[in-house]
């Protein structure tokens, strides 16, 4: 009993140390924020706007490049009201990165826009997206990739690249067949899958589920080396995230009776998917590469908000087999933020708010980056989630979107929290650095 005091008495000096306070019973944090919100606001905005930015998450691209994802959106998708091109938000982030001179994207205005964006493609090197970057104050950004384009810096866009195709290495006819969004998303998984063979000198699938296991391994050894510094799943697209674990002898037995031909049966296909789910993070795990997860509401009209739900990850985030992987569920689990944030308590389980910063407006990302903070602040990063959703509105622009709506949501968020007595503005400024920067910089091996 003595020792369950002892560390109960421990959590909570950390916490209180954590939150720059020291234990006095006499101060208590306020249930309702007070009439200094605004000015307190001022205050930590303005030092907000200095702090240099680790974006966690971007598809850094021009629109015609179509290795900014491994997936494609569906045609006539559905989508949120802010992404619409007439929202006002996209018009004032033109002028802000261009001069834009107008007030709208009707065609004959928007092609302004686009003829400028085109020169640049054009023009080729890297000086046009590190501008973009410095315009916005981000000094590092991870893009999401199939391969990491000439026209970024490596130096300031870092590689996360796709590992979703090694799990459909079969027939696929029934996976096609499922719905409209899958005859999209399944035949890209098909080529990246190729060009992962191409480039291991992988002329057909190898003899047995060794060799096969082997190239998956070498592949991303080899992605390493070319400047890769996670991988990534979007795997909720396909099915769910939760992931069983076969024994060895079941994927053998799959591979060897599909990999010549033959269409696996659904619980076929998903048995062998999990084992491979699982040889790639044992490899992630000897490379020190983090593991990123789509976990988030996703496009098209079939996505599964239930297979898409962080909880379905538990039974892997928690396994002490994985107990040295950092795992980064991006897009913070949105709309389940609350469960997303409790996934955090886990050592290795890192999330960010990317996609929230431009699906909601800052008073709502206020609300979830507040819960984040007063619970779990070394554990939330900023990601952007920038790309480009046409020639006129394109990843500069929703760069420009998320970086202000984050910025302005937490520098809002933590003006309740000082205002509400839970800690003082320069701790709320060290949190700021945390959200923005820090965590990620720590996280990827950098220094804060």
Request: hydrophobic share 40%; with cysteine; glycine share 6%.
């Amino acid at each position: 009993m003595r020792s369950l005091i002892k560390v109960r008495k421990a959590l909570l000096l950390g916490a209180l140390a954590a939150f720059g306070g020291a234990p006095n019973a006499a101060r208590q944090a306020k249930p309702l924020a007070g009439a200094d919100v605004p000015k307190i606001y001022e205050r930590l905005r303005t030092q907000i706007d200095q702090i240099p930015i680790y974006d966690n998450h971007s598809h850094a691209t021009f629109p015609d490049d179509s290795d900014m994802d491994a997936m494609a959106a569906p045609p006539d998708e559905s989508s949120v009201v802010r992404l619409s091109d007439t929202n006002p938000e996209f018009v004032e982030a033109a002028k802000s990165l261009f001069g834009y001179p107008y007030n709208d994207f009707k065609p004959e205005h928007a092609k302004w826009l686009i003829d400028k964006k085109k020169a640049a493609e054009a023009a080729g090197g890297t000086a046009y997206w590190d501008s973009i970057l410095d315009k916005l104050n981000i000094e590092t950004c991870l893009a999401n990739r199939v391969a990491l384009a000439p026209y970024l810096d490596p130096k300031r866009f870092h590689w996360v690249f796709f590992v979703d195709s090694f799990l459909f290495p079969f027939d696929n006819h029934d996976q096609i067949s499922k719905n409209g969004d899958m005859a999209v998303y399944v035949p890209l998984q098909e080529k990246v899958l190729e060009r992962y063979m191409q480039s291991e000198s992988v002329n057909a699938l190898p003899a047995d589920v060794a060799g096969y296991e082997a190239f998956v391994r070498q592949a991303l050894a080899d992605n390493q080396e070319k400047g890769g510094v996670a991988i990534k799943f979007e795997a909720a697209y396909f099915r769910s995230l939760y992931f069983s674990d076969p024994p060895r002898e079941q994927a053998e037995a799959i591979y060897s009776k599909y990999r010549a031909g033959g269409v696996p049966s659904a619980e076929e296909y998903r048995i062998f998917q999990d084992y491979i789910f699982r040889v790639l993070l044992d490899q992630a795990a000897k490379l020190d590469l983090p593991v990123h997860f789509h976990s988030a509401v996703g496009i098209g009209d079939y996505f599964s908000l239930g297979n898409g739900h962080p909880l379905n990850l538990e039974n892997v985030v928690r396994d002490p087999r994985y107990s040295k992987v950092k795992f980064v569920l991006i897009h913070g689990g949105y709309p389940y933020t609350l469960d997303m944030i409790w996934m955090t308590a886990a050592k290795n389980v890192y999330t960010d708010s990317s996609l929230m910063g431009y699906y909601v407006y800052p008073s709502e990302l206020k609300n979830i980056l507040k819960q984040w903070i007063s619970l779990f602040p070394g554990k939330i990063m900023f990601g952007s989630d920038a790309f480009p959703f046409n020639d006129a509105v394109g990843a500069e622009e929703t760069f420009w979107l998320a970086s202000r709506s984050a910025r302005t949501a937490v520098a809002a968020a933590l003006a309740e929290l000082v205002s509400e007595g839970a800690f003082s503005e320069q701790k709320a400024l060290e949190l700021a650095h945390m959200y923005l920067h820090d965590n990620a910089a720590k996280l990827y091996g950098g220094k804060p």
